[in-house]
């Protein structure tokens, strides 16, 4: 198993399938970076399904045992469900997960999905106040039809859904405990995201952040919560239940408490290159080494060898971080 320079085995692989997106979320892909004249990735720079399976199978060799396809939006992808059953057959991986907006997720994908072998969804949405939601997403998508994805994914058996809302303050910090309320009982997962300073396009301010406490304190005011142990090492929401048994929330506080220390996450981009850390600067070329014939055990030793000097901890070093150009969060999915 490879085992980085702070001692964090490596565990997930995060994969994105596309850096393509419908939505332009002000705090990921503002519209005004992220418009007509992007240059977004040709279809030749993409991995294909053959080679993100390939790499997939060398990752679970150095000690992945989960994965989440993410983007960009990966349902951008046609026929996402061909890769998912791809990696499902691969020996050694136990879980795949999927992060969407939810925007092409239909009753028919969630079942296809499923069917090939997809364990876990997590649907983003930001507000339930229709106008906000449609503010943030910045292109008027409806708040309902994001909402038609989250039944959807039940009604495929892909429970608990989890639904991540980013936090930012005076968008929708009111509209946390409306959130709160809407998914009590039902089973699914709100998880609530304190907006992170990712890439370099979002113009973040840390007083645009709403913290962790606030916003369990918020919700604790309305139903008790408290704490519950996670689930396993390096689970990244902090979870709360509600003391009336309606369930449980998450609260991922990246910023005010940093969990680096049990970062156990590899991001493999669409173009195929090994990021070590959401707030990277630079990725490793692996789709060079096997476009070029490396073999398995070369690229299997370059995973390793960047994986060993891993010492990345960014948010726990933001402070004094030295400014980098940062990937941006829609190239490696977060
Ligand atoms: N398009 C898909 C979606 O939105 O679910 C998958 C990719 S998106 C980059 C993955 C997650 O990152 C989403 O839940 C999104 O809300 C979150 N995200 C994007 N920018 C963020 C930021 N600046 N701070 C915190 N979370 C962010
Ligand atoms: Fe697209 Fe997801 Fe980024 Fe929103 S958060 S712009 S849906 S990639
Ligand atoms: Fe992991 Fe980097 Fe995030 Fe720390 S800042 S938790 S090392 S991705």
């Not at 490596?10 to 939505?23: A, E, M, Q």
């Not at 790499?55 to 060799?61: H, K, P, S, W």
């Not at 408290?226 to 090492?233: D, L, R």
Request: hydrophobic share 40%; net charge negative; glycine share 8%.
């Amino acid at each position: 198993m490879a085992v980085d320079s702070l001692g964090r085995p490596l565990r997930d692989l995060r994969i994105s399938v596309t850096d393509r997106c419908n939505f332009r979320c002000t705090y990921c892909m503002p519209k005004e970076v992220f418009g007509r004249d992007f240059a977004f990735l040709d279809r030749a720079e993409l991995l294909s399904f053959e080679e993100i399976a390939h790499l997939a199978q060398l990752f679970v060799r150095e000690g992945v045992t989960k994965i989440r396809l993410t983007g960009g939006e990966p349902l951008l992808r046609r026929d996402l469900e061909r890769l998912v059953a791809m990696l499902a057959r691969i020996r050694g991986v136990q879980d795949i997960a999927l992060t969407t907006n939810g925007a092409l997720l239909t009753r028919e994908k969630a079942f296809a999905l499923r069917e090939a072998g997809v364990n876990r969804i997590t649907v983003s949405l930001d507000s339930l106040d229709d106008a906000v939601f449609r503010r943030m997403n910045d292109v008027n998508f409806p708040v309902a039809r994001v909402l038609a994805a989250i039944d959807a994914a039940a009604e495929a058996g892909l429970t608990p859904v989890k639904i991540d809302v980013v936090v930012k303050r005076s968008e929708n910090d009111g509209d946390i405990v409306e959130m709160a309320h809407r998914f009590r009982g039902t089973g699914h997962i709100v998880r609530f995201i304190e907006y992170m300073d990712v890439g370099n396009t979002n113009g973040w301010r840390m007083e645009d952040v709403v913290p962790a406490r606030e916003i369990a304190g918020s919700i604790g005011a309305h139903w008790p919560i408290e704490p519950v142990e996670a689930n396993y090492f390096g689970e990244v929401a902090e979870r709360w239940r509600y003391l009336d048994g309606a369930g449980e929330i998450g609260i991922i506080s990246s910023v005010t408490q940093p969990f680096c220390g049990s970062c156990t996450r590899a991001r493999l981009s669409a173009d195929g290159k090994l990021y070590l850390c959401l707030f990277a600067g630079t990725g490793h070329d692996l789709r060079g080494l096997l476009r070029g014939g490396a073999d398995d055990e070369t690229i299997a030793a370059a995973i390793r060898g960047r994986w060993h000097s891993r010492d990345d901890r960014y948010s726990e070093i933001r402070a004094e971080a030295t400014p980098i150009e940062k990937v941006e969060m829609s190239h490696i999915g977060g």
